[in-house]
């Protein structure tokens, strides 16, 4: 069994629509949850991270952080077509070395 | 543009081959990660430089090696290439290591596609 575990969809909504992203860990000691985007054929880039438990927004963007359920989820409201990606969880212990252990990606594909 | 370059951008190699991948951190980044993206394991840590020194090592293969020099370009060495061992392979910088509850935001680059045949 994964560190991260991640549907891996693909997930398919209308533009405007709220998507729902979530990931499960097993790894008590993760304490800093990440949400990354990657468009295909690129690197991905950071959305979004959270430390600990709770809730964090920007813009349309909410994270939520549910440590005593391990437990993770991305909200994205009002989702557009530029939306479409694959959107990765990571996570990582926060000690010196600081290294991601990510989830295997969600495909979102937001249609017009 | 994450301001982290990555070269080359693809490779096509034969098995048995050896390949150098090459990475430039972000200015004032002192860290350097390598990771690297199959379809069947996903986006996995390497191995992590911070100012010259190996700070961390994930599920990296004997046959590969890393190095950061003093101007604190990354290379990654990777040999006795498999076809498994196609994959992209991404660089990532930060300002540090990171320390007890500490978060350095990690820059990807666009990624070497490596191909081997």
């Known amino acids: 069994q994964k560190e991260v575990e991640q549907d891996p969809g693909p997930l398919s909504v209308p533009e405007g629509a709220i998507v729902s992203l979530n990931c499960t860990y097993s790894n008590s000691a993760f304490q800093y949850f990440m949400w990354y985007r990657q468009y295909s054929r690129k690197g991905p880039e950071l959305l979004m991270y959270?430390?600990?438990?709770g809730n964090k927004e920007d813009g349309r963007f909410t994270a939520q952080v549910d440590k005593s359920s391990k437990y993770i989820s991305l909200f994205i409201r009002d989702s557009q077509p530029s939306d479409s990606a694959t959107y990765l969880c990571?996570?990582?212990?926060?000690?010196?070395?600081?290294?991601?252990?990510f989830g295997g990606g969600t495909r979102l594909m937001v249609k017009p | 543009d994450s301001g982290v370059t990555q070269t080359p951008k693809h490779l096509i190699t034969a098995t048995g081959q050896r390949v150098t991948l090459r990475c430039s951190p972000r200015?004032?980044?002192?860290?350097v990660y390598w990771y690297q993206q199959s379809l069947d394991q996903g986006l996995q840590f390497l191995i992590q430089y911070y100012n010259g020194e190996e700070r961390a090592k994930g599920n990296i293969l004997e046959r590969f090696s890393a190095q950061q020099f003093p101007d604190l370009h990354s290379e990654l060495n990777l040999s006795s290439l498999e076809l498994g061992d196609s994959a992209l392979y991404f660089c990532?910088?930060?300002?540090?290591?990171?320390?007890?509850?500490?978060?350095?935001?990690?820059?990807f680059g666009p990624g070497t596609r490596l191909t081997v045949l």
């Open positions: 990571a996570m990582t212990v926060g000690n010196a070395g600081n290294m991601l252990t």
């Open positions: 990532a910088s930060s300002v540090g290591t990171g320390g007890s509850q500490a978060y350095n935001e990690q820059f």
């Open positions: 959270t430390y600990s438990s």
């Open positions: 200015s004032g980044d002192l860290s």
